[in-house]
């Protein structure tokens, strides 16, 4: 996704950039905007809020251990209601799978005073990829779930790959939600090798978030945390990671803080 300056560094950032590998990268059309409003809720109770998680290909371990190890994260919070959803299909049962369809159906069940999607995979413009049906889930479909399932509760977006930006969309911009993309919609996001154990995004979101109060809070210290891991390791351009914090969840803390 990358022009060919030489063949080492297009080998190398092939394999680490979060993308489709057979989408090419698209002209900057100038990144997403953060968004922020004035504080209203805080806290919501550890056992009452509902997550889904979502590793949305399996060609690199990264999505997969990003996905288990939020869980476990969550879980040691006191999170007990946590959907995952994988698209390893000889490791995984279909209705585990991470499919359009499954992720639709998870994400309109309803339930819980509040919602967190964490969605870790190869992105493009159009949306985040699903490998267990070829396809890519874009802000509208994604918008349409949300509202059906998690409605005016306080709601938490995470979407982890590629021009991830483009889920920074008016309809998904609702006063109830905080989203947190890895990538402005212009840029790629890292780490998505054969070799790596988390993308840049998630391994700095799992180091951060416990030492972070709330979602806004833990959304500046990843994205300080992804800019010094970009520099050390020479990533460029930077991927600049990109938050929106409504209205009514300016204040809203993680779960057990």
Known sequence: MFVRLAALALAFL??????????????????????????????????????V??????????????VQSLRDKLMAHGVTD?????????????????????????????????CLVFVTSHGERKGFYLRSDRRLFD????????????????????????????????????????????AATDRASFGCGTGDQYTYYDQCLLQEFDGATTWRGLAVATRS???????????????QPQTFVGAQVEGLRLPSR
């Open 82 to 114: 946590i959907s995952v959803y994988s698209s390893d299909a000889v490791r995984t049962a279909p209705a585990q799978l991470a499919s359009a369809a499954n992720v639709a159906t998870a994400l309109r069940a309803g339930g819980g005073d509040a």
């Open 225 to 239: 945390c992804v800019e010094s891991l970009e520099r050390r390791m020479g990533m460029r351009p930077p991927s």
């Open 139 to 182: 802000p509208g479909s994604l918008d349409r779930v949300l509202s059906a399932g998690c409605g005016s509760v306080p709601t938490v977006v995470v979407v982890s790959a590629c021009h991830s930006g483009t889920f920074l969309t008016s309809s998904m911009r609702k006063p109830n939600r905080v989203i947190l993309t890895a």
């Open 14 to 51: 092939a394999v680490a950039a979060c993308a489709p590998e057979a989408t090419g990268t698209p002209p900057p059309t100038g990144r997403a905007t953060t968004i922020a409003a004035a504080p209203a809720s805080s806290a919501v109770p550890a056992g009452r809020w509902r997550a």
């Open 53 to 66: 998680l979502i590793a949305g290909d399996n060609n690199s371990p990264a999505f997969d251990n990003g």
